[in-house]
């Protein structure tokens, strides 16, 4: 494993071969406090090589080196587990990583196009919470703080583009196994709601998750056609995959109570439209899972689960009427369509606000990011500043607070409220 | 920009230097709260396995780290004689009355019990039961302990001729004090004849390291101050030359070690080492900037005071800049691949250090040297061409011109003997080589473990699964076989358990008898023999053994060498033997204690030394292709510190001398230090081509090279080298040695930066020496824009009789069909500058295609990173009833995100054009105004046409953003050359100009345009090139799926 990633990095950073290379790199270090005080130090350092052989074929590389400080986001030797192994990050020292995020070669058939190799592909419409974008799985080491496209985890795939006159359409194999990554028992971010209630008192085993890992049978498949008409961006899509969260069976037994984490398959069904209307932008999303494997109350002879089918939506208006401002507003909703008494609420709603503007000919940028949990009432309030001291370097203020219960997705985190600030250096 | 900004810097002088003092006196501060760390578990992170497991156990069987006062007496009784002994007793006594001494646990032959066998069993009793006032008493005493072979070797040495006290401290932190109290106890104690004292131990290492660090400090600083002010005095031979960089390093060292304090974080033994580091960097840049202050007042006598410091600074801002951020890489390379906290702390607050140390010179040294007055300085200008400095390195420089390839040879030939070196390094450290062999705790140490069974201990931890487990037989015997095992090295002293107890307590019952020293098989007696134990004795006297519930053992190892490379083998060994015998279930043991925790942390110095060299090297180099866009120069930079380090490989194999706590850091330093030489080297170079020299010339420009970088790089080695070699006086060994090595490091990558860079410079040639700052100034690109200035004067002249009487609207027809090509590829550089001067730039490439009467126009952001492959792609409908379509490529979201077109007015990413000015591209939408010619005004030498343009309603004002336009369309090409706009209350917004207008295959094609906001003072200036109306443009550039997949 590692003599392999040492090749590739060496292969990727050119040493190998020469020819029409370009290297681009991002220098970044970020810190923040708690109420309790320091809370981490992150310091990144990106390197994106992309090479051209011929008008055709193109090989792309990005490596990322990390060292996070202090160990509490994935404390010790974090074995990443949920990953396939080639996906998985080299850990240098408890602290610091090196982490191969791309690779991929392309090849440009006039009316086709192929991409292959460890890749990161987007699906849907929607900001700061995710509905059609499933294809890659999230690393939720900083819960969904770190922007997605450092968080998600790129798989190694095959993804094979045609295009006709009526529209494209996208063809993806996925094999490599790897399922949303979450950090383990004493982290920083470690995600402990919302989750049924167990029987006081009974002891617990919890065993290990199984993550499937064959080869052609575990693989994921994915087609998504695309098409532009009348001022509508339309897509249409499905994916057969495996969801990457882990279903968890509860087997009560007279001597306790076992949990077992399985990986569950589901087809899934999706649609997108955006289109503009003057001032307004209408984005949308709609998903059907077919197999949804929800908790349930007292239901011992199915371990705790029920299988569903879920409809999800997300509808989002964006709204640029007054200059240097930009105004969204989204709202998601999953509701589960079969009747059963569900740890869940049957019908669970976010709503998100996020509001924009930029001063000084965009060179300050300041945000606020408001995600809402209706059912609930626990949120995330999100504010940003973001200065351009040069061309490469950008300087961010954040806050992060979290409210709500604590047995809630957001209220867990009542305690991580955060203050910060990063230093980002484009290369 | 930089003059303006280093003339503001005088002019507010007073300013600046309160802001500098102010800061100096704020971190100063708060330096009494600084606190100091000398445990050697401050080289551990906190959360390490071995230091975690090594506190349980230390919790468990309530070991603490001790205090170690030896008392030897010579002749035939050795200790064993009654003044002795109750030496012995009085200092026990002493002890424990001593603050932070645990009274509880301080053991010595006073203190400790006999296991004697009775009529009815067995006695635990006082080897003092007979008060030794006698001979005889001291001798019974003597047979005592002999018979007892728990004690020999750990209490009392075999020969009897010395015994220790072993006193455990309370608080580690206040070991220092406690050290100091237990030295003047046994200083201030009257010895009987023959007897002498010695005073060792962990807590006494760690105690004594505290003053030893603050006496050696105390010597050092000022001693590096005083040879760096005569380095400067040597250099400048002014007053202020030699006093005002001082007062940087001051700046600099209180700055640096004050905001250390405030963050609490500790000053460990390495920490030393920092100051003396600073001193030799705030010196350097110092150095650099009166050497180029002198030459300025030397090549213009008549020149002003701040007009030469401007010039100076102007000159050395650029290079000490570089050298700055690629030392303060090295640094953070430091921080970044070091494991121990020390280490990492140490990276950071000398790259912390740097960055004050360049701010101080960068700001509070011009406003300091404009408070002297100006003298020329005879000194440097009348001897910058024949004094010694300057003599040694032309003479220098003529060498390697005549020799470049000799230099490479030698170079190579050190490359090899360095890697043949750095794979025969050792990695080894021993705490107590900290102090000079001298020491008295050094000697006492020494003293004995000759004596005893060794100043270092191993814990091996057994653990049985359940209470009382060790009552077992099998477990007894498997621990006794293991002792034996243990003591089979060499290194070990003895080894002291529960079985020796009670193997002691059946001999007892079996009349003492020298064959019943042995285990019993029978789980029952043994519980036996602990109750009878506990029933004559204190039940905690085996704490340190066992723990209460008997679940838990500790075999305590006596090590005489704790050198790692003698303790890698052992550690080896007894780990193999763990597992091959203790894998029973039910059955554990572990290795812990401090000599473990000192392994693990020697062994992590190896692998962190070799991965901070690779990481710092990485960095530099990194920071170095940034600084000079090269790699190769980049590389370059790095070839002398990258031999140097290897050269010290080569050196520490020949002489002996060991990766350890001092000199591991050495590399990270050295390169963030001897790069700085390469980078004055290879800035110059460029400086020099920019000035004047040209390809060829490679060899008379390295000439000149050497009287003024060179003698200015030469006093910097001094500056730096001195202050390394300070530490050489150090009594601290690594700091002593981490000294020494890094003033070798950093004069070979000094030597090697100029001989082996200039050498290769003439050997190879390489390009970015010669490359300008970018512009289009070449001979050939100016001819051709005079012929093609005049060409357009001609052409004007005979137009210009045809367009006098047209009328406005016929004229903007005339402009909006203008022919701007089906298609065009092009780049366009964006800079972006706000009232200040400050600057952004984009760099993006374009494309723009007709599709019928629809246009369709995309662009690609290829720089900076941050924006890099941002796609913006529009759709703009000839039907103006239909919306354009816009779409914009986030790569950060990796999401083609549709966006809102009505806003015509928004100004475009940042820029002063709004979308409907990059769209329109200088061909306004009719529909949208209505023209006015009001006149003609010659632009760029052109007579134009002033058209003022009126929107047709408030509405389409409104959306424009405009209440007027003012232009000047030239008759010739059909093209606004300068263009006035108002706000839509009439107010002076922003004004556009069209310049370096010229056909491109045979298209009249601006090359940039100008725009400035006059009420915010912004300022763009768009820049195209490689404009191509000739090479189609396929129609999938304007596809959203290329926005994703860009360029």
Known sequence: MRGFFTLVFLFSTGILHAGELETTGIIATDHSWSKDGYQKSKFTALIENAQNFGANVSFTSIVRAQFIGPDSLEPGQFQQPSLAPLSRRLNISNSLELELRELYLDIDLRKAHLRLGKQQIVWGQTDGLKLLDLINPQDFREFILEDFDNSRIPTWMVNFEMFFDEGDLQLLWIPDTSMHSLPGPGSTYEITAPFASLPPGAPIQVNPVDRPNRLIKDSDVGLRFTLFRAGWDITLNYLYHYDDFPVVHALLQPSGITLMPKYERTHTFGASASNAFGEFVLRSEFVINTDKYVNVLDSPNTQGIYKSSELAYALGVDWSGLTDTFVSVQVFQSRLLDEARYTRDKTDTNITLLLRRNFLNESLSTQILWLYHLNKHDNLLRIGATYELTSTLQISVYGDIFSGGADELFGQFGSRDQIGFKLQLGI | ?1047
């Open chain 2, 1 to 1047: 920009m930089i003059k303006t900004i280093f003339q503001q810097v005088l002019k507010f002088r007073i300013l600046f230097l309160i802001a500098g003092t102010s800061g100096i006196i704020v971190a100063g501060s708060f330096l009494p709260t600084l606190t100091r760390d000398t445990t050697s578990d401050a080289f551990i992170p906190e959360d390490n396995p071995a230091r975690v497991y090594r506190e349980q156990v230390k919790e468990t069987f309530g070991l603490a780290d001790p205090i170690v006062i030896a008392v030897f007496q010579e002749g035939e009784h050795g200790v064993f004689t009654p003044d002795a002994l109750q030496l012995v007793e009085t200092l026990t006594l002493k002890l424990q009355d001593l603050p932070n001494i645990d009274p509880e646990r301080v053991v010595s032959l006073a203190t400790e019990k006999n296991i004697v066998g009775r009529e009815f069993g067995m006695n635990v009793e006082p080897f003092y039961e007979n008060y030794p006032d006698t001979q005889e008493a001291a001798q019974a005493i003597w047979e005592a302990v002999g018979d007892f072979p728990l004690y020999l070797g750990s209490l009392v040495a075999r020969d009897g001729s010395a015994t220790l006290i072993v006193a455990e401290v309370l608080n580690e932190q206040e070991s220092e004090s406690t050290y100091a109290a237990v030295t003047q106890l046994a200083n201030q104690t009257i010895l009987p004849n023959g007897v002498s004292l010695h005073v060792a131990g962990e807590a006494s290492i760690t105690g004594y390291m505290g003053t030893y660090i603050d006496s050696d400090a105390q010597k050092l600083n000022p001693l590096a101050g005083v040879i760096i002010t005569i380095i400067l005095f040597l250099a400048f031979r002014t007053l202020a030359g030699a006093l005002l960089p001082n007062l940087i390093v001051v700046a600099t060292v209180v700055g640096t070690v004050g905001i250390m304090a405030a963050s609490g974080v500790s000053f460990f033994v390495i920490t030393n080492g920092m100051p003396v580091v600073l001193i030799g960097i705030a010196v350097a840049d110092s150095i650099h900037i009166f050497t180029a202050y002198y030459e300025s007042l030397g090549k213009h006598p008549d020149i002003e005071n701040n007009d030469a410091i401007v010039e100076a600074m102007c000159e050395m801002w650029r290079p000490i800049t570089l050298t700055s951020l690629t030392t303060i890489a090295g640094f953070m390379g430091m921080y970044i691949s070091s494991v121990q906290p020390p280490m990492q702390f140490m990276g950071l607050f000398t790259a912390l250090g740097v960055a004050i140390a360049w701010a101080y010179s960068m700001l509070f040294l011009p406003a300091a040297m404009s408070l002297f007055r100006a003298k020329p300085n005879s000194y440097v200008a009348r001897t910058k061409a024949n004094d010694f400095a300057s003599r040694l390195m032309s003479r220098l420089g003529t060498m390697v011109i005549k020799k470049p390839g000799l230099i490479v040879y030698l170079a190579a030939s050190l490359v090899l003997a360095g890697i043949f070196g750095a794979m025969n390094i050792k990695v080894d450290d021993r705490r107590i080589d900290v102090f000079n062999k001298k020491e008295p705790v050094y000697q006492a140490d020494k003293i004995i473990n000759e004596h005893f069974d060794g100043t270092s201990v191993f814990d091996i931890v057994i653990e049985t699964d359940k209470v009382e487990g060790l009552f077992n037989p099998e477990y007894l015997k498997k621990m006794e076989a293991f002792q034996t095992e243990i003591e089979r090295h060499a290194i070990v002293g003895g080894t002291t358990s529960i079985v020796d107890y009670l193997k002691q307590m059946n001999r007892s019952l079996n009349e003492g008898k020298p064959e019943e020293y042995r285990l019993v098989d029978d789980e029952l007696l043994i519980a036996q023999l602990f109750l009878l134990y506990t029933a004559s004795a204190d039940p905690t006297d085996f704490e340190e053994e066992v723990d209460y519930d008997y679940q838990k053992a500790n075999i305590r190892v006596g090590i005489k060498d704790s050198s790692y490379r003698k303790i890698k083998p052992v550690i080896a060994a007894l780990n193999l033997y763990i597992e091959e015998t203790f894998n029973e279930p039910g059955l554990k043991a572990t290795l812990s204690g401090r000599a473990m925790v000192t392994y693990e942390w020697v062994d992590s110095v190896g692998v962190s030394h070799f991965n901070s060299v690779l990481v710092s090297l990485g960095l530099v180099l990194l920071m170095a292709c940034v600084v000079f866009r090269s790699v190769v120069a980049g590389l370059l930079s790095l070839a002398p510190v990258a031999i140097s380090i290897l050269f010290v490989y080569a050196v520490m194999v020949v002489f002996g001398i060991d990766i350890g706590i001092g000199t591991s850091m050495f590399a990270s330093v050295a390169i963030g230090l001897g790069v700085d030489f390469a980078i004055h080297t290879i800035d110059r170079a460029r400086t020099l081509f920019e000035e004047g020299y040209t390809k060829g010339e490679e060899s008379r420009l390295i000439h000149s090279l050497f009287p003024s970088t060179g003698r200015a790089l030469f006093f910097n080695l001094l500056a730096i080298a001195c202050g390394f070699g300070v530490l050489i006086s150090s009594d601290v060994v690594p700091l002593m040695r981490f000294g020494a090595i890094v003033a070798l490091s950093v004069g070979t990558a000094f030597i090697f930066s100029l001989t082996l860079l200039p050498a290769l410079i003439i050997l190879l040639k390489p390009g970015f020496i010669y490359r300008q700052k970018k512009s289009d100034g070449l001979p050939g690109n100016a001819v051709a824009g005079l012929m093609v200035l005049a060409s357009i004067g001609l052409s004007g002249l005979s137009k210009q009789m045809q367009a006098d009487d047209l009328s406005a609207l016929e004229i903007m027809t005339r402009v909006v069909t203008r022919n701007d090509g089906a298609y065009v590829s092009r780049n366009l550089k964006m800079e972006l500058i706000d009232r200040r001067g400050k600057t952004r730039i984009r760099e993006t490439r374009g494309f723009r295609k007709y599709f019928g009467q629809d246009k369709r126009t995309v662009l690609f952001y290829i720089s900076p990173a941050n924006v890099k492959d941002t796609g913006f792609l529009t759709y703009d409908y000839k039907d103006t009833n239909l919306d354009d379509d816009q779409w914009l490529y986030l790569p950060a979201a990796r999401k083609i995100r549709r966006i809102s077109s009505s806003d015509r007015g928004d100004y475009f990413l940042g820029t002063d054009l709004s979308y409907e000015d990059i769209k329109n591209e200088n061909k306004p939408n009719l529909a949208d105004y209505t023209y006015a010619i009001t006149g003609d005004e010659v632009i760029d030498g052109v007579k134009c046409f002033v058209l003022e343009a009126t929107p047709v309603s408030d509405k389409v004002a409104r959306e424009l953003g405009y209440g007027r336009v003012v232009s000047r369309i030239d008759p010739n090409i059909w093209m606004a050359r300068k263009s006035e706009f108002w706000d839509i209350k009439g107010n002076p917004l922003k004004f556009v100009l069209n310049k370096d207008i010229r056909q491109v295959d045979g298209i009249w094609t601006s090359h940039e345009i100008y725009a400035e906001n006059l009420k915010t003072g912004h300022k763009t200036r768009f820049s195209f090139s490689e404009i191509d109306y000739l090479t189609p443009v396929n129609d999938s550039w304007f596809e959203t799926r290329q926005l994703k997949r860009g360029l």
